[in-house]
Protein backbone atom coordinates (compact mmCIF):
# COMPACT_ATOMS: atom_id res chain seq x y z
CA UNK A 1 0.00 0.00 0.00
CA UNK A 2 0.90 3.81 -0.81
CA UNK A 3 2.14 5.09 2.13
CA UNK A 4 0.41 8.19 1.81
CA UNK A 5 -2.51 6.24 1.09
CA UNK A 6 -2.13 4.13 3.98
CA UNK A 7 -1.64 7.29 6.45
CA UNK A 8 -5.24 8.42 5.01
CA UNK A 9 -7.32 5.02 5.14
CA UNK A 10 -5.36 2.09 7.00
CA UNK A 11 -8.12 2.51 9.80
CA UNK A 12 -11.17 2.08 6.98
CA UNK A 13 -9.13 -0.95 5.47
CA UNK A 14 -8.11 -2.71 8.57
CA UNK A 15 -12.03 -2.71 9.44
CA UNK A 16 -12.99 -3.67 5.71
CA UNK A 17 -10.65 -6.67 6.51
CA UNK A 18 -11.80 -7.47 9.94
CA UNK A 19 -15.77 -7.40 9.12
CA UNK A 20 -14.54 -10.02 6.62
CA UNK A 21 -12.61 -12.15 9.06
CA UNK A 22 -9.56 -11.85 6.45
CA UNK A 23 -5.85 -12.56 7.44
CA UNK A 24 -3.59 -9.89 6.11
CA UNK A 25 -0.52 -7.93 6.53
CA UNK A 26 -0.19 -4.68 5.38
CA UNK A 27 2.98 -3.22 3.95
CA UNK A 28 3.03 0.68 4.13
CA UNK A 29 5.74 1.82 1.29
CA UNK A 30 6.81 4.77 -0.24
CA UNK A 31 5.71 3.60 -3.83
CA UNK A 32 7.33 7.26 -5.32
CA UNK A 33 8.18 7.87 -9.04
CA UNK A 34 11.94 8.25 -7.77
CA UNK A 35 11.35 5.01 -5.78
CA UNK A 36 10.41 2.81 -8.65
CA UNK A 37 12.51 0.40 -8.34
CA UNK A 38 13.44 -3.03 -7.80
CA UNK A 39 14.76 -2.28 -5.01
CA UNK A 40 10.78 -1.68 -3.50
CA UNK A 41 10.14 -4.96 -5.57
CA UNK A 42 12.39 -7.28 -3.30
CA UNK A 43 10.81 -5.68 -0.85
CA UNK A 44 7.43 -6.64 -1.33
CA UNK A 45 9.05 -10.22 -2.01
CA UNK A 46 10.43 -10.26 1.37
CA UNK A 47 7.00 -9.58 3.16
CA UNK A 48 5.14 -11.77 0.87
CA UNK A 49 7.83 -14.56 1.55
CA UNK A 50 7.48 -14.27 5.19
CA UNK A 51 3.53 -14.23 5.23
CA UNK A 52 4.14 -17.60 3.34
CA UNK A 53 1.39 -16.71 1.13
CA UNK A 54 -0.28 -19.39 -0.24
CA UNK A 55 -0.08 -18.65 -4.62
CA UNK A 56 -3.65 -20.96 -5.16
CA UNK A 57 -5.61 -18.66 -2.83
CA UNK A 58 -4.43 -15.56 -1.33
CA UNK A 59 -4.02 -12.54 -4.06
CA UNK A 60 -1.55 -10.12 -3.02
CA UNK A 61 -3.43 -6.20 -3.32
CA UNK A 62 -1.77 -3.36 -4.62
CA UNK A 63 -3.59 -0.43 -3.22
CA UNK A 64 -2.16 3.27 -4.29
CA UNK A 65 -1.50 5.32 -7.28
CA UNK A 66 -0.16 3.92 -10.72
CA UNK A 67 3.46 3.66 -8.91
CA UNK A 68 2.05 1.50 -6.16
CA UNK A 69 0.02 -0.81 -8.78
CA UNK A 70 3.10 -1.21 -11.47
CA UNK A 71 6.00 -2.05 -8.62
CA UNK A 72 3.20 -4.79 -6.48
CA UNK A 73 2.33 -5.95 -9.94
CA UNK A 74 5.73 -6.83 -10.60
CA UNK A 75 6.74 -8.27 -7.52
CA UNK A 76 3.46 -10.36 -8.06
CA UNK A 77 4.74 -11.80 -11.03
CA UNK A 78 7.81 -12.86 -10.08
CA UNK A 79 6.69 -14.58 -6.75
CA UNK A 80 6.63 -18.14 -7.98
CA UNK A 81 6.34 -17.15 -11.39
CA UNK A 82 2.84 -16.05 -10.94
CA UNK A 83 1.15 -14.73 -8.20
CA UNK A 84 -2.74 -13.68 -8.39
CA UNK A 85 -3.39 -9.12 -7.20
CA UNK A 86 -5.78 -6.89 -7.10
CA UNK A 87 -5.29 -3.81 -8.17
CA UNK A 88 -6.95 -0.72 -6.42
CA UNK A 89 -6.27 2.23 -8.01
CA UNK A 90 -6.70 5.55 -5.03
CA UNK A 91 -5.39 8.51 -8.12
CA UNK A 92 -7.80 9.60 -11.27
CA UNK A 93 -4.66 8.78 -13.63
CA UNK A 94 -4.32 5.32 -11.97
CA UNK A 95 -8.42 4.94 -12.22
CA UNK A 96 -8.56 5.39 -15.89
CA UNK A 97 -5.55 4.23 -16.88
CA UNK A 98 -2.74 2.14 -14.99
CA UNK A 99 -5.34 0.28 -13.65
CA UNK A 100 -6.55 -1.00 -17.19
CA UNK A 101 -4.23 -3.25 -18.95
CA UNK A 102 -1.28 -6.02 -18.10
CA UNK A 103 1.81 -4.28 -17.42
CA UNK A 104 3.74 -3.61 -14.29
CA UNK A 105 7.09 -2.19 -14.11
CA UNK A 106 10.10 -0.05 -12.40
CA UNK A 107 12.46 2.10 -13.51
CA UNK A 108 15.68 1.19 -14.57
CA UNK A 109 19.34 2.91 -16.33
CA UNK A 110 17.45 6.16 -15.81
CA UNK A 111 14.91 4.72 -18.58
CA UNK A 112 11.14 4.81 -17.47
CA UNK A 113 9.14 1.38 -17.11
CA UNK A 114 12.85 -0.63 -18.37
CA UNK A 115 11.72 -3.89 -16.65
CA UNK A 116 7.96 -5.54 -16.19
CA UNK A 117 6.15 -7.50 -17.52
CA UNK A 118 2.72 -8.21 -19.02
CA UNK A 119 0.64 -10.05 -15.89
CA UNK A 120 -2.75 -9.19 -15.61
CA UNK A 121 -4.77 -8.93 -12.39
CA UNK A 122 -7.09 -11.52 -11.51
CA UNK A 123 -9.09 -8.50 -10.61
CA UNK A 124 -9.66 -4.18 -10.32
CA UNK A 125 -11.64 -2.73 -7.95
CA UNK A 126 -12.75 0.76 -8.75
CA UNK A 127 -13.49 3.80 -6.19
CA UNK A 128 -13.58 7.49 -6.74
CA UNK A 129 -13.98 8.28 -3.28
CA UNK A 130 -10.30 8.05 -3.13
CA UNK A 131 -10.25 10.79 -4.64
CA UNK A 132 -11.14 13.39 -2.02
CA UNK A 133 -7.83 13.22 -0.74
CA UNK A 134 -6.04 13.81 -4.10
CA UNK A 135 -4.67 17.32 -4.93
CA UNK A 136 -6.24 19.09 -7.79
CA UNK A 137 -2.89 18.85 -10.11
CA UNK A 138 -3.23 14.90 -9.25
CA UNK A 139 -7.31 15.47 -11.16
CA UNK A 140 -5.64 17.31 -13.40
CA UNK A 141 -2.75 14.73 -14.37
CA UNK A 142 -5.48 12.28 -15.03
CA UNK A 143 -7.86 14.30 -16.57
CA UNK A 144 -4.79 14.30 -19.50
CA UNK A 145 -5.14 10.87 -19.75
CA UNK A 146 -8.92 10.72 -20.26
CA UNK A 147 -8.12 13.25 -23.27
CA UNK A 148 -5.97 10.97 -24.99
CA UNK A 149 -8.57 8.65 -24.99
CA UNK A 150 -10.97 11.21 -26.35
CA UNK A 151 -8.59 12.84 -28.62
CA UNK A 152 -7.86 9.26 -30.48
CA UNK A 153 -11.29 7.47 -29.93
CA UNK A 154 -14.26 9.65 -28.20
CA UNK A 155 -15.61 12.80 -29.41
CA UNK A 156 -18.12 12.53 -27.46
CA UNK A 157 -15.79 12.47 -24.52
CA UNK A 158 -14.20 14.97 -25.71
CA UNK A 159 -16.91 17.79 -25.69
CA UNK A 160 -17.48 16.16 -21.67
CA UNK A 161 -13.76 17.35 -21.24
CA UNK A 162 -14.13 20.60 -22.86
CA UNK A 163 -17.27 21.20 -21.33
CA UNK A 164 -17.19 19.70 -17.93
CA UNK A 165 -13.58 19.68 -17.13
CA UNK A 166 -13.21 22.96 -14.84
CA UNK A 167 -16.41 21.32 -12.92
CA UNK A 168 -15.00 17.92 -12.59
CA UNK A 169 -11.64 19.80 -11.09
CA UNK A 170 -13.57 21.66 -8.55
CA UNK A 171 -15.62 18.70 -7.54
CA UNK A 172 -13.00 16.22 -7.77
CA UNK A 173 -15.15 13.53 -9.63
CA UNK A 174 -17.05 13.28 -6.13
CA UNK A 175 -20.50 14.47 -7.86
CA UNK A 176 -23.15 11.64 -8.62
CA UNK A 177 -25.51 14.11 -10.57
CA UNK A 178 -29.16 12.99 -11.92
CA UNK A 179 -30.23 11.52 -15.34
CA UNK A 180 -27.60 11.20 -18.35
CA UNK A 181 -26.74 14.72 -18.38
CA UNK A 182 -29.45 15.80 -16.36
CA UNK A 183 -28.70 19.26 -14.19
CA UNK A 184 -25.99 21.66 -15.60
CA UNK A 185 -23.12 18.81 -15.14
CA UNK A 186 -25.30 16.12 -14.61
CA UNK A 187 -22.99 12.72 -14.73
CA UNK A 188 -20.26 13.82 -16.09
CA UNK A 189 -17.77 12.10 -13.37
CA UNK A 190 -19.54 8.79 -13.56
CA UNK A 191 -19.88 9.18 -17.30
CA UNK A 192 -16.79 10.70 -18.46
CA UNK A 193 -14.54 8.06 -16.65
CA UNK A 194 -16.51 5.11 -17.36
CA UNK A 195 -16.18 6.36 -21.59
CA UNK A 196 -12.71 6.73 -21.26
CA UNK A 197 -12.15 3.25 -19.38
CA UNK A 198 -14.34 1.34 -22.43
CA UNK A 199 -12.06 2.82 -25.14
CA UNK A 200 -8.58 1.95 -22.79
CA UNK A 201 -10.34 -1.34 -22.65
CA UNK A 202 -10.99 -1.53 -26.37
CA UNK A 203 -7.53 -0.55 -27.24
CA UNK A 204 -5.84 -2.95 -24.91
CA UNK A 205 -8.14 -6.09 -24.85
CA UNK A 206 -7.18 -7.35 -28.32
CA UNK A 207 -3.75 -6.66 -28.16
CA UNK A 208 -2.59 -7.34 -24.08
CA UNK A 209 0.88 -8.50 -25.30
CA UNK A 210 1.32 -5.43 -27.36
CA UNK A 211 2.27 -7.45 -30.54
CA UNK A 212 0.43 -5.04 -32.48
CA UNK A 213 2.79 -2.30 -32.56
CA UNK A 214 0.25 0.36 -34.09
CA UNK A 215 -1.49 1.36 -31.01
CA UNK A 216 -3.58 4.63 -30.51
CA UNK A 217 -2.83 4.50 -26.88
CA UNK A 218 0.70 5.15 -27.29
CA UNK A 219 -0.73 9.25 -28.39
CA UNK A 220 1.21 11.52 -25.84
CA UNK A 221 3.87 9.16 -25.08
CA UNK A 222 6.67 9.64 -27.83
CA UNK A 223 8.46 12.00 -26.30
CA UNK A 224 7.14 12.03 -22.64
CA UNK A 225 9.14 9.27 -21.23
CA UNK A 226 12.26 11.34 -22.26
CA UNK A 227 10.97 14.67 -20.74
CA UNK A 228 9.54 12.74 -18.01
CA UNK A 229 12.82 11.17 -16.97
CA UNK A 230 14.73 14.23 -17.54
CA UNK A 231 12.84 17.17 -15.34
CA UNK A 232 12.09 14.47 -12.93
CA UNK A 233 9.88 15.12 -10.39
CA UNK A 234 8.59 18.13 -11.44
CA UNK A 235 6.49 17.18 -13.88
CA UNK A 236 3.95 14.76 -13.45
CA UNK A 237 3.25 11.65 -15.73
CA UNK A 238 -0.16 13.29 -17.51
CA UNK A 239 1.68 16.60 -17.31
CA UNK A 240 4.37 14.93 -19.88
CA UNK A 241 1.94 13.71 -21.95
CA UNK A 242 -0.30 16.41 -22.43
CA UNK A 243 2.99 18.60 -23.43
CA UNK A 244 3.81 15.76 -25.98
CA UNK A 245 -0.13 15.28 -27.15
CA UNK A 246 0.08 19.45 -27.36
CA UNK A 247 2.95 19.19 -29.62
CA UNK A 248 1.43 16.51 -31.91
CA UNK A 249 -1.83 18.39 -32.56
CA UNK A 250 0.84 20.99 -34.25
CA UNK A 251 2.40 18.55 -36.13
CA UNK A 252 -1.51 17.24 -36.91
CA UNK A 253 -2.17 20.68 -38.45
CA UNK A 254 1.36 21.01 -40.10
CA UNK A 255 0.06 18.06 -42.18
CA UNK A 256 -3.50 19.69 -42.66
CA UNK A 257 -4.94 16.78 -40.53
CA UNK A 258 -6.12 19.06 -38.41
CA UNK A 259 -8.21 22.30 -39.02
CA UNK A 260 -7.33 25.90 -37.05
CA UNK A 261 -10.43 25.32 -35.52
CA UNK A 262 -9.91 21.81 -34.12
CA UNK A 263 -6.17 23.10 -32.83
CA UNK A 264 -7.48 25.61 -30.99
CA UNK A 265 -10.48 23.75 -29.84
CA UNK A 266 -8.01 21.11 -28.35
CA UNK A 267 -5.36 23.51 -26.23
CA UNK A 268 -8.21 25.57 -25.32
CA UNK A 269 -9.77 22.15 -23.41
CA UNK A 270 -6.24 21.39 -22.12
CA UNK A 271 -6.10 24.90 -20.65
CA UNK A 272 -9.54 24.19 -19.10
CA UNK A 273 -8.06 21.32 -17.26
CA UNK A 274 -5.71 23.01 -16.30
CA UNK A 275 -2.29 21.31 -17.76
CA UNK A 276 0.53 22.64 -19.00
CA UNK A 277 0.56 22.50 -22.63
CA UNK A 278 4.24 23.81 -23.71
CA UNK A 279 7.73 22.81 -21.39
CA UNK A 280 11.20 24.53 -22.17
CA UNK A 281 13.09 21.06 -21.58
CA UNK A 282 11.15 19.50 -24.62
CA UNK A 283 13.63 20.64 -27.89
CA UNK A 284 13.74 19.59 -31.09
CA UNK A 285 16.85 17.56 -30.13
CA UNK A 286 14.37 15.93 -27.69
CA UNK A 287 11.90 15.15 -30.51
CA UNK A 288 14.26 13.76 -32.93
CA UNK A 289 16.24 11.21 -30.15
CA UNK A 290 12.67 9.98 -28.99
CA UNK A 291 12.34 9.69 -32.90
CA UNK A 292 15.40 7.48 -33.28
CA UNK A 293 14.70 5.70 -30.23
CA UNK A 294 11.12 5.12 -32.21
CA UNK A 295 12.08 3.63 -35.37
CA UNK A 296 14.95 1.67 -33.47
CA UNK A 297 12.34 -0.34 -31.24
CA UNK A 298 9.06 -0.36 -33.65
CA UNK A 299 10.29 -2.01 -36.99
CA UNK A 300 11.56 0.69 -38.52
CA UNK A 301 8.66 2.45 -37.81
CA UNK A 302 7.37 6.17 -36.45
CA UNK A 303 3.87 4.26 -35.96
CA UNK A 304 2.79 8.22 -35.20
CA UNK A 305 -0.97 8.48 -33.70
CA UNK A 306 -2.43 11.83 -34.76
CA UNK A 307 -5.55 13.18 -33.95
CA UNK A 308 -7.69 13.84 -37.87
CA UNK A 309 -10.78 15.31 -36.16
CA UNK A 310 -11.93 15.56 -32.56
CA UNK A 311 -12.19 11.97 -31.57
CA UNK A 312 -11.01 10.61 -34.20
CA UNK A 313 -6.87 9.41 -35.23
CA UNK A 314 -4.82 7.30 -37.26
CA UNK A 315 -1.53 6.05 -37.32
CA UNK A 316 1.48 7.62 -39.87
CA UNK A 317 4.65 6.76 -40.62
CA UNK A 318 5.60 9.30 -43.22
CA UNK A 319 6.28 11.94 -40.94
CA UNK A 320 8.95 14.69 -42.30
CA UNK A 321 12.13 15.84 -40.46
CA UNK A 322 11.00 19.39 -41.99
CA UNK A 323 6.87 18.91 -40.37
CA UNK A 324 8.24 18.00 -37.20
CA UNK A 325 10.69 21.18 -36.90
CA UNK A 326 7.90 23.49 -38.70
CA UNK A 327 5.07 22.22 -36.57
CA UNK A 328 7.75 22.98 -32.98
CA UNK A 329 8.81 26.11 -34.41
CA UNK A 330 5.02 26.92 -34.41
CA UNK A 331 4.08 25.70 -31.04
CA UNK A 332 7.14 27.09 -29.30
CA UNK A 333 5.94 30.68 -31.04
CA UNK A 334 2.51 30.37 -30.28
CA UNK A 335 2.21 28.95 -26.84
CA UNK A 336 6.12 29.07 -25.36
CA UNK A 337 5.16 32.62 -24.31
CA UNK A 338 2.23 32.21 -22.39
CA UNK A 339 3.42 31.92 -18.83
CA UNK A 340 0.18 29.99 -17.85
CA UNK A 341 2.47 27.06 -19.99
CA UNK A 342 4.71 27.08 -17.51
CA UNK A 343 5.06 24.91 -14.65
N1 LIG B 1 0.83 0.00 -16.04
C1 LIG B 1 0.25 0.88 -16.82
O1 LIG B 1 -0.40 0.54 -17.79
C2 LIG B 1 0.39 2.34 -16.50
C3 LIG B 1 -0.42 3.25 -17.15
C4 LIG B 1 -0.31 4.59 -16.82
C5 LIG B 1 0.61 5.01 -15.88
N2 LIG B 1 1.41 4.09 -15.27
C6 LIG B 1 2.40 4.52 -14.28
O2 LIG B 1 1.70 5.15 -13.20
C7 LIG B 1 2.56 6.11 -12.61
C8 LIG B 1 1.78 7.38 -12.35
O3 LIG B 1 0.67 7.10 -11.51
P1 LIG B 1 0.01 8.20 -10.56
O4 LIG B 1 -0.21 9.43 -11.34
O5 LIG B 1 -1.13 7.54 -9.90
O6 LIG B 1 1.21 8.59 -9.56
P2 LIG B 1 1.62 8.09 -8.09
O7 LIG B 1 1.42 6.65 -7.92
O8 LIG B 1 2.98 8.65 -7.88
O9 LIG B 1 0.60 8.87 -7.14
C9 LIG B 1 0.62 10.26 -7.08
C10 LIG B 1 0.72 10.79 -5.64
O10 LIG B 1 -0.55 10.70 -5.00
C11 LIG B 1 -0.45 10.04 -3.75
N3 LIG B 1 -1.73 9.38 -3.57
C12 LIG B 1 -2.20 8.26 -4.17
N4 LIG B 1 -3.48 8.06 -3.85
C13 LIG B 1 -3.85 9.06 -3.03
C14 LIG B 1 -5.06 9.40 -2.36
N5 LIG B 1 -6.19 8.70 -2.54
N6 LIG B 1 -5.08 10.50 -1.57
C15 LIG B 1 -3.97 11.25 -1.43
N7 LIG B 1 -2.80 11.01 -2.04
C16 LIG B 1 -2.76 9.91 -2.83
C17 LIG B 1 0.75 9.17 -3.89
O11 LIG B 1 1.35 8.89 -2.65
C18 LIG B 1 1.68 10.03 -4.75
O12 LIG B 1 2.35 10.95 -3.94
C19 LIG B 1 3.74 6.29 -13.53
O13 LIG B 1 4.88 5.66 -12.96
C20 LIG B 1 3.32 5.57 -14.81
O14 LIG B 1 4.44 4.99 -15.48
C21 LIG B 1 1.31 2.78 -15.56
ZN1 LIG C 1 0.42 7.26 -19.73
Known amino acids: MDQVVYNLYAAKLRDYFEARHVVYSILPLPTTEENKSMELVMKILDEVHKFSLDRRGEPIIAIGGGVCLDIVGLAASLYRRRTPYIRVPTTLLSYVDASVGAKTGVNFASCKNKLGSYVPPVATFLDRSFFQTISRRQISNGLAEMLKMALMKHGELFELLETHGPFLLDTKFQSEGSGKYGGKHG ?32 FGHLISPELEMEVLPTLLHG ?33 GLELPVWHPDFTMEMVNRSFQNRLKHSGGLARMPLPISLGRADIFNDTTDEVLCKAFKKWCDELGTSSKTLI
Not at 189 to 215: C, F, G, H, Q, Y
Not at 251 to 267: M, N
Open 239 to 271: EAVNIDMSYMVYVSRERGLLTEDDKLRIIGCME
Open 187 to 218: KAAVTSSRMAIKSMLEELAPNLWEDELNRLVD
